[in-house]
């Protein structure tokens, strides 16, 4: 049988086993432990991880008001990246000295407060002699969801360093609890922002390139591929989040002021977060020629086209809404079909190209089965002609 070839570490220094010093209980060996981590990550670690680990154990763990959390995180970064050497070792194994705490109560929070008064003090005479600079409308959503990225992107190093499985991140579940709640275009910069690690990280699945392959020997087969998931996750709750608020905008009003009233009662999906989608206004399908829906329990991909003329000649204006029942639809040409891969194939129902909606369903394989206009709970609206 071959040998296995050993995993190159990405580390110079050898990175201590973290999973093993947590299981430490008692007070002197865990003394002894903290401290030999400290080598490893005052050499190996970014500082821009040491003082984003200082200032959240200043937020979430010192305990401090509001008011000092407030003065200290002022201080510039430099103040924090020594400091953040025991935080970032304290996130890792779970606990911290008593000695070192008792240095950042007694010692570190002081000079910190000075100096946070200080730079507080010299942005604001800086503001007062300088002429205020304008920041645009993208530049202020940035600021509004650097948190949140800045989250998934320690979330992103937990998942590499194994702490996190890719069960656990869930950045949908995140942008629903954000505050400022996350609209259209603050996910669609989110997106961007990614864009570059998403394009790397198909690369890395690719594993073609010496230079990815160099830079991410430590990987196996497994990890690569959910790499690319980790950054797929993040592109889908983004899709869901743009298409949702489509949805839930206001309608613009209509020219016919029943339209509203005709749908109140009419049941559907808003949104379906494990494949990007959501359904259009309901309104849309009032007078639509053709709509397009798919059941997400049945995996069914439907279509309904109205009737132009009824038996006697006279013309029928679209497609109508009774109840949770669409009517006026051709029973013969209105059907559904099952889609087998609807990760894979849901795509081709989304857009505003009717041509493309049309020819992908006419190459599914699967047999057409009759609508019979009755709408439900699983019933996404993926789009109206």
């Not at 935080?87 to 000295?97: D, H, L, Q």
């Not at 899709?239 to 049941?267: F, V, W």
């Not at 099952?338 to 009717?354: C, D, F, S, Y």
Request: glycine fraction near 4%.
């Amino acid at each position: 049988m071959a040998r296995r070839k050993a995993v190159r570490s990405i580390y110079v220094t050898k990175e201590p086993e973290w999973k093993t010093i947590k299981l430490i209980t008692e007070p002197s060996e865990q003394e002894e432990a903290f401290k030999s981590c400290e080598y490893f990550v005052r050499t190996e670690i970014a500082k821009k991880k040491l003082v984003a680990s200082c200032k959240k154990w200043v937020k979430d763990n010192s305990g401090w008001t509001k008011e000092e959390i407030k003065t200290v995180c002022s201080c510039p970064d430099w103040s924090f990246s020594s400091a953040g050497i025991s935080t970032y070792i304290f996130y890792k194994i779970g606990f911290m000295p008593e000695h070192v705490e008792k240095h950042y109560h007694e010692r570190r929070k002081e000079e910190w407060l000075k100096r946070g008064e200080q730079t507080i003090a010299e942005k604001q005479v800086k503001a007062e002699t300088s002429p205020k600079k304008v920041i645009s409308i993208q530049e202020r959503m940035k600021m509004q969801v650097e948190h949140l990225c800045a989250d998934w992107e320690y979330k992103l190093d937990c998942f590499v360093e194994g702490n996190i499985t890719l069960k656990e991140f869930d950045p949908y579940k995140d942008m629903l609890s954000y505050q400022p709640e996350i609209k259209a275009a603050h996910a669609t910069l989110i997106k961007q922002d990614f864009e570059p690690a998403y394009k790397e990280s198909l690369e890395v699945k690719e594993w073609t390139d010496p230079d990815i392959k160099e830079g991410y020997a430590h990987f196996t087969p497994k990890m690569r591929k959910e790499f690319v998931e980790f950054f797929v996750k993040i592109n889908t709750a983004c899709d869901t989040i743009i298409e949702t608020k489509k949805t839930t905008r206001k309608a613009r009003k209509p020219r016919a002021r029943s339209k509203e009233s005709i749908i109140k009662k009419l049941k559907f999906q808003l949104n379906c977060p494990d494949l990007g989608i959501a359904s259009i206004h309901p309104t849309d399908i009032v007078h639509a020629n053709e709509i397009w829906i798919y059941n997400t329990k049945t995996r069914k991909l439907g279509v309904y086209h109205a009737i132009n003329k009824d038996p006697r000649g006279m013309g029928r204006d679209g497609l109508m809404v009774k109840g949770t029942t669409i009517q006026d639809f051709d029973e013969d040409s209105s059907i559904q079909k099952t889609l087998r891969k609807p990760k894979e194939q849901i795509n081709n129902w989304t857009g505003k190209a009717k041509t493309k909606f049309a020819k992908a369903f006419d190459e599914l394989t699967t047999t057409g089965i009759k609508m019979n206009g009755r709408m439900n709970d699983n019933t996404i609206i993926l789009q109206a002609f």
